[in-house]
């Protein structure tokens, strides 16, 4: 089964001229992408070569701004914050109308949140406290896409594109983006998906 993650980052930057000293600040909560970026891929010693990550960077100065992370193309990555940071680094320097690759495995384009959805393709899950409990769903598709937000949670009008989603849970509390996403591989690794 081949899974993707689409993370909605409302304020991470889409210049490169953020310090890697200050993902958090200077990056508009790049922190956040990078810690998604590390749950997504890394088992110890391995990558998860069967998921994708998707982040729509929306902050200043050029939103929006798409990077594209594939995980069986992925090279120079590390489990770190700032290697993770660096790579977006250059990855927004080669930003262009036409989607580029900007190292192995790294694609940035200009698309919008929107048009991700459109042509994401799989059976779309949205991530929410409120949804139903994940061990309770039944699965269809050989490619789930499971959308999150970032700390400011998606806008109503987010939502409103995600009305034919199925709305998940995977827990009572509300979690961090990147801790979702751990759970997530866990609850399908536990059933050999
Ligand atoms: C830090 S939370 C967002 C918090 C934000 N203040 C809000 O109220 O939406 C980041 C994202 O993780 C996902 N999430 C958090 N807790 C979850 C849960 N219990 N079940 C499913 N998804 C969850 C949601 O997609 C959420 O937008």
């Given amino acids: 089964m081949k899974k993707i993650f689409i993370l909605k980052a409302s304020k991470a930057k889409t210049s490169n001229d953020f310090s890697l000293n200050d993902l958090p ?3 508009g909560r790049m922190d956040i992408v990078a810690r998604c970026v ?9 990558l998860r070569r069967d ?9 200043e100065p050029n939103p929006p701004v798409t990077l594209r992370f594939i995980g069986n193309e992925l090279k120079y990555l590390s489990p770190d914050e700032r290697c993770i940071g660096g790579l977006i680094k250059k990855a927004l320097e080669k930003q262009s109308e036409k989607e580029t690759e900007s ?29 139903e409990d994940i061990e309770k769903i ?4 050989e490619k789930i896409v499971f959308v999150l937000g970032d700390h400011l949670g998606l806008s109503s009008e987010d939502e409103s594109l995600l009305k034919d989603a199925k709305r998940v ?10 801790h979702c996403i751990i759970i997530v591989h866990n609850v399908f690794d536990r059933k050999n998906l």
């Fill in 25 to 27: 600040g200077d990056g």
């Fill in 38 to 46: 590390n749950s997504a891929f890394f088992l110890s010693h391995d």
């Fill in 51 to 59: 998921t994708e990550f998707i982040v729509v960077l929306e902050g």
């Fill in 103 to 131: 190292t192995p495995g790294i694609f940035v384009s200009r698309k919008s949140f929107s048009q991700v959805l459109d042509e994401v393709g799989g059976e779309i899950i949205y991530l929410h406290e409120d949804g």
């Fill in 138 to 141: 039944s699965i269809q598709s």
């Fill in 169 to 178: 849970s995977i827990s009572p509390m509300v979690l961090h983006a990147d």
